[in-house]
C-alpha cells in the first residue's frame, strides 16, 4: 500500500507562485511515477506533470510548460509541484498520484494510488 499527502494549496492572486508537496509512505521503488492531477468543479480531472522516482524524468501539459516544475526529493520521500505565474484557470483541487506506469502517464487510470487533494485557488 501507499499512502500519500498533500499540502501547501491556497489563495493566491493571478501571477503569483504556490509550491505543492506530496509525502509518500509506504512500499514504493524506483519503477513508480508520482503525478500530479487536478480537477475543477464540474471538469474531468487532467494531467498536470509526472516525475519517474527513478530516473527523475519528466513530463508536462502543455497548458503549464514552463510555468509548473515537478521535482522529487528521495530523501524526504515527497514531489513538489511548484508553480509560478499562476493563472485563474489553474483554479482546481490538485492531487498527487503514484504506480508503477506501464503505458501512458498522463492518464487517471494509469495510477491507482491517490490522495485527499488539496485546493488552490487563484483570483483575477
Known amino acids: 500500500q501507499v499512502q500519500l499527502v498533500e499540502s501547501g494549496g491556497g489563495l493566491v492572486q493571478a501571477g503569483g507562485s504556490l509550491r505543492l508537496s506530496c509525502v509518500v509512505s509506504?512500499?514504493?521503488?524506483?519503477?513508480?511515477?508520482m503525478a500530479w492531477f487536478r480537477q475543477a468543479p464540474g471538469e474531468e480531472r487532467e494531467f498536470v506533470a509526472a516525475v519517474h522516482w527513478g530516473t527523475s524524468t519528466t513530463y508536462y501539459a502543455d497548458s503549464v510548460k514552463g510555468r509548473f516544475a515537478i521535482s522529487r526529493d528521495n530523501a524526504k520521500n515527497t514531489v513538489y509541484l511548484e508553480m509560478n505565474s499562476l493563472k485563474p484557470q489553474d483554479t482546481a483541487a490538485y492531487y498527487c498520484?503514484?504506480?508503477?506506469?506501464?503505458?501512458?502517464?498522463?492518464?487517471?487510470?494509469?495510477?491507482?494510488?491517490w490522495g485527499q487533494g488539496t485546493q488552490v485557488t487563484v483570483s483575477s
Open positions: 498520484a503514484a504506480d508503477r506506469v506501464r503505458l501512458v502517464v498522463t492518464t487517471v487510470e494509469s495510477y491507482g494510488y
Open positions: 509506504g512500499r514504493t521503488d524506483s519503477r513508480y511515477y
